[in-house]
């Protein structure tokens, strides 16, 4: 009984001894990434109607493009939006866009995407509540884009061939 006890204190003894402490630093940065997958332009086109007295024909929607962010805000930040602006407006055409939910391999606090709206040259947010998050990179993750052309006002329009429009987004506090 006595061996036991001081085996016992032993091992207690040595566990002390093989006790220590080491100090780690770590730096987090302030993280505002933000780009649109996959690269490369897209293209809408109205299509003639076939029978008098019809309208035109809207372009299919385009669903090619993906936002996707990284973001690490200060302890107690305000969180992020993102904005979308064209470079000019087309008289007679409206630009309309909207983000999806987020999905794929993403995580943390992302986004919130508001309903379709008319893109204008004023930005107008279309994902805002964006915390510390990550989305994943590249198309099927992030939040989705669905991009459309529909006419505004038949009376201003106009035969225009080949017309570029930048859509331009922006991530901001």
Excluded: C
């Amino acid at each position: 009984m006595i061996l036991k006890r001081a085996i016992i204190l032993t091992t207690f003894i040595l566990s002390g001894l093989l006790y220590s402490q080491a100090t780690v630093t770590l730096t987090l940065p302030v993280v505002t990434l933000m780009d649109v997958e996959p690269t490369g332009n897209i293209t809408l086109n109205f299509t003639a109607p076939t029978e008098a007295g019809n309208p035109l024909g809207n372009p299919t929607p385009n669903t090619s493009k993906w936002i996707n962010y990284t973001s690490a805000i200060t302890s107690g930040g305000a969180t992020r939006k993102i904005t979308a602006a064209v470079n000019q407006v087309i008289s007679g055409v409206n630009i309309r866009l909207q983000a999806a939910a987020a999905s794929g391999a993403g995580g943390g606090t992302l986004g919130t995407p508001s309903a379709q709206v008319t893109l204008t040259t004023t930005p107008v947010t279309i994902i805002s509540g964006i915390g510390g998050a990550y989305t994943g990179n590249g198309a099927n993750n992030g939040h989705r884009l669905t991009i459309s052309l529909v006419p505004s006002t038949y009376a201003n329009l106009a035969k225009q061939d080949n017309i570029s429009v930048t859509i331009v987004y922006t991530i901001t506090e």
